[in-house]
């Protein structure tokens, strides 16, 4: 039930389509922000854009299709402020506490200071969405990269099994980067975000 | 607002008192275990029951003060599971592993896998009722104590900052023995006992 994000019946067809699918992000955005995702309908959502509901149907396939497209973009944005982060870190090290304060930070700022569309980000990473599993999935790769890395350049010990190490290490920066579990961390993401990375990199010590 | 659990206005007398009390305290466990704790109310309990609203009020100042007495219960008893698991371990680094392995197997199975009072526990996590704040304390002087034992034995290194190592640590377990979020860890939870204290040993390593 949860596989068909994304997924819509009808093909774009062209610019004056992808229009309508932008206003109609931007509309449902506006409406999810303020009325929560749960409790909208695409008929509320209809209603409120002034399309008829079969009209929104043409272009996306259920309210969760639209819900996936803002969580995408969300998750995007997030996934580009944290490569932005760790681009110029001249060490492993430095990537991986990079990525754990990019994460940590621009995750509290997109889904909670303007906390509008939290809702969706919680459902979203609650069932597991397709657009939030491709994004923990990219979070593990980076992971993957930042411990090849360390130990081809001798910053990071051989010994572990690299999946042992790598797992170990997402599942730590897991509760930040799922938007359900972060929203319980709030208070402590900014301390997380230091003494986390710090204790893996003493794991990580050659 | 989420400060007054565990008091009453009355003191208890007696025996009686105190069978009464047992008697509401068991009902409303059968009732929020059936209808959720959000969903119901004293007025909902009473009739169930079978006593007058304003009798259970003479026993408990309000919903969440029995919420907050099942809460308690349920945490004493992983408490008890944690402490066994970790009295008979010979050195400190097992004492961590049967922490981490403990807390994550007794709350699934007490909060989860039973998933009857799931409910209450989710509330009293997000919300941090006293019993949950006092349980989250126990478990970091726990892990202060596993760190102190493993640093006078020479298991551990002593360079990094007590607090910084213990606290880090405490973050690490956490979304283990916050209900509201080991219900999205339930899934890599048994794995996450065993490659998380592994992690963190290496970090301790002198």
Redesign the interface.
């Known amino acids: 039930m949860a596989m068909n994000e994304d997924m819509n019946t009808s093909t774009l067809r062209g610019p004056l389509d992808h229009e309508i699918r932008d206003q109609i992000i931007n509309a449902a955005t506006q409406h999810f922000g303020h009325y929560g995702y749960e409790k909208t309908t695409v008929s509320d959502l209809a209603k409120a854009i002034g399309f008829s509901k079969a009209y929104i149907y043409k272009f996306f396939d259920s309210k969760q299709a639209i819900g996936g497209v803002i969580c995408s973009n969300r998750l995007a944005m997030i996934m580009q402020i944290v490569e932005a982060a760790m681009a110029e870190a001249p060490t492993a090290s430095e990537k991986l506490r990079r990525l754990f304060r990019s994460i940590s930070e621009a995750g509290s700022d997109l889904f909670f200071h303007d906390r509008k569309l939290y809702d969706i980000a919680a459902v979203a990473?609650?069932d597991q969405w397709p657009s939030v599993k491709a994004h923990e999935l990219r979070i593990r790769e980076l992971i993957q990269q930042i411990v090849l890395e360390g130990r081809e350049s001798g910053e990071f010990?051989r010994k572990?099994p690299l999946d042992?190490?790598v797992?170990?290490?997402f599942?730590?920066l897991?509760?930040y980067v799922?938007s359900?579990?972060l929203q319980?961390?709030l208070d402590?993401a900014a301390?997380?975000a230091v003494?986390?990375p710090?204790?893996?990199l003493?794991?990580?010590a050659p």
Chains 1, 2 share one sequence.
């Open positions: 990473s609650r010990e572990t042992e190490a797992n170990a290490i599942l730590i897991r509760p799922n359900a579990q319980y961390n402590t301390e997380a003494h986390l710090a204790l893996i003493r794991s990580l």
